[in-house]
């Protein structure tokens, strides 16, 4: 007999009922926000959609696209308050998991420059960096440019 502990963290399907939480975390974190929309078009598309959740708090969650043998990391988020305590790694290598076992060769994602955090995540996962998109981010005062990132799985 295996125990699962109440308060150990678990992955979800990111369901319609989740966006109002999701959306409280997305506009907490983010100067320039996924909407609703945003995520409600992730969810109707069949995107893989993840919550990460201890007990009935809502930790972080993600959105992968697969297609074609390739996966796109289109949002990986931890609520502020979770921030820094492994959670991040845990949603990464979920999506990965998730990835591979849907296909996926290779999983490409976007991020900031200005992220430092995010990109030490990726490289400790073995990301590299394959080009640069000019402009991609809305940011206070204009665009920021987006680092493309890949990993072979």
């Avoid at 992220?115 to 400790?124: E, S, V």
Wanted: aromatic share 10%; proline share 3%; glycine share 10%.
């Amino acid at each position: 007999m295996s125990a699962v502990l109440k308060d150990e963290p678990r992955f979800a399907p990111m369901v319609e009922a989740d966006l109002a939480e999701v959306l409280a975390v997305e506009n907490a974190i983010y100067t320039h926000p996924w909407t609703r929309g945003n995520f409600a078009d992730s969810l109707k598309a069949g995107y893989q959609c993840r919550t990460w959740r201890a007990a009935d708090t809502l930790i972080g969650y993600f959105i992968l696209m697969i297609a074609a043998g390739e996966a796109h990391l289109l949002n990986l988020s931890v609520a502020e308050a979770c921030q820094r305590r492994g959670h991040g790694s845990a949603l990464l290598a979920e999506a990965m998991r998730l990835a591979k076992a849907r296909g996926g060769l290779h999983i490409f994602l976007e991020v900031r420059p200005s992220n430092g955090g995010a990109k030490a995540l990726y490289r400790r996962f073995g990301f590299r960096q394959v080009a640069v998109r000019a402009g991609y981010y809305p940011a206070q005062g204009g665009r920021e440019d987006a680092l493309v990132y890949t990993h072979a799985l």
